[in-house]
C-alpha cells in the first residue's frame, strides 16, 4: 500500500482513535488537579450525549467483505490500547501516591480513571475476546485484570452469546429489573456461570475442573499481578485507588449490559427449545460519535448476529429489524439510573416491540 493509500485510509479510521482523547484527558486533569479531575466524566456522562444530538445519526455500512490489509487501522487501536491503558493507569497512580493531592482529588481522580477504564478498556476487551488470535485473547484478559473483572470473557462468550433473551443468561435485564437489582444480581451470578461454563466445557474433553487449561488460572494470576503491583506502588493507598477505579468500571460495563438487552425475550419453540438469536433481541442506537468513541457496540444486533464480525463492519439493520433507542448508551445509561424515568421511557417501547415481533403472545 502506497502511503498516500495508508494516509486516506488512517483518515477515514481517525474517528475510532477518539479514545486516545479520552486518555489524554486523563493525564491533564491529573496535571491540573481541583476541578479538572472532572474532565473526563464530564466528556464522557455530558458533553458525549449532547454531541450526539447536533452531530446525529450514522446509517451507512462497511462492505461486510472488506479486505482484512483495510481493516488495519481500526484493528490497530484495539490492539496497542492495552499497554496505553496499564501505563495511564499505574503510571498516574504512581505520580498520585507521591504528589500533594487532596485525599478527595485522588479518589475522584480515579472515579474518572474507572470511566476510562470502563467505558474503553472493557470495550476493547469485548471487540479482543472475539477473535480467535492468542494475541487477542491475551490482550483482552490484560485489560479484564486490570479492573478485577476477568471472568466476563468466559461469562459472555460461553454463557450470554448462547443464552441471551432467556432465564439462563444473568446479564439480560429483566423487564421492570431497575438497574441496582440488575447490578447485584450479575455480581453474584456472573462469576458462578462463567466458572460452570468453563468446567462444563472441559468436562466435554473428559478433564476436571482442576486441568491447568482452566483459563481461571490465568484470570488469577493477572488480577492477582494486577493487586499486588498496585499495593507495591502506593501500599494499602494505591490498593483501595486501585479497587476504585475497577468498581466503577464494573459498574459502567453492567450499566451497558443492563441497557443491551432490557425487557428483550426470546420465544420458546414448540420442540421446548428457544428460537435462533435474531436482530430483534437488543437494543441499538445509531448516533455517530457515540458509537466512534464505542467502536460500534451500539450496533448490537449485528454483533450477536455475527459474533466474531469486527466492529468496522458491524451493520445498521434498522428500526424495522433491530429495536432503536431514543438516545445514545451513555444518555440511556444515565436515565437508567433514574429507575421509574427508566422505566416510563422504556417499559412502552418493550410493549411495542412485543406486539410487533410476537403478537400470538399475551402472557409475558
Known sequence: ????????????????????VFAVSLWISFLLKGWAILLLPTMTLAILPLIDQYV???????????EKPKLFWYQL????????????????????????MTLVEKIGLFCAMGVLTGTIGINYAHE???????????????????VIYSHFRSEHLLVHHIHVGTPKDPVTAKYNESFYR??????????????????????????????FSNPFY???????????????????????????QSLIAILLLELVNYI?????????????????????????????VSNWVLINLQRHSDHHFKPTRSFPLLQNLGATKAPQLPHSYPAMGILALFPSSWM???NPRVNRWRAMFYPEITDW
Open 1 to 20: 500500500m502506497s502511503d498516500k493509500n495508508i494516509l486516506s485510509s488512517f483518515k477515514s479510521t481517525a474517528p475510532f482513535w477518539s479514545s486516545i
Open 56 to 66: 446525529g445519526l450514522r446509517i451507512e455500512n462497511l462492505d461486510p467483505n472488506l
Open 77 to 100: 487501536i484495539t490492539l496497542i490500547w492495552a499497554p496505553i491503558q496499564f501505563i495511564t493507569l499505574f503510571g498516574i497512580l504512581a505520580l498520585t501516591i507521591t504528589t500533594d
Open 128 to 146: 479482543l475476546m472475539h477473535k480467535s488470535g492468542k494475541l487477542e485473547r491475551w490482550l483482552a484478559d490484560l485489560l479484564l485484570s486490570m
Open 182 to 211: 440488575f447490578f447485584i444480581r450479575v455480581l453474584i451470578q456472573c462469576p458462578i456461570s462463567s466458572f460452570k461454563s468453563e468446567t462444563r466445557k472441559l468436562g466435554r474433553k473428559g478433564l476436571p475442573p482442576s486441568d
Open 218 to 244: 490465568i484470570y488469577f494470576a493477572l488480577q492477582f499481578s494486577m493487586i499486588v503491583l498496585s499495593i507495591l506502588i502506593g501500599g494499602f493507598l494505591g490498593l483501595f485507588l486501585f479497587v476504585l
Open 260 to 288: 443491551e438487552h432490557y425487557g428483550l425475550s426470546r420465544k420458546i419453540l414448540k420442540n421446548g427449545k428457544y428460537e435462533y438469536v435474531q436482530p430483534h433481541h437488543s437494543w441499538n442506537s445509531t448516533y455517530k
Open 344 to 346: 416510563s421511557v422504556m
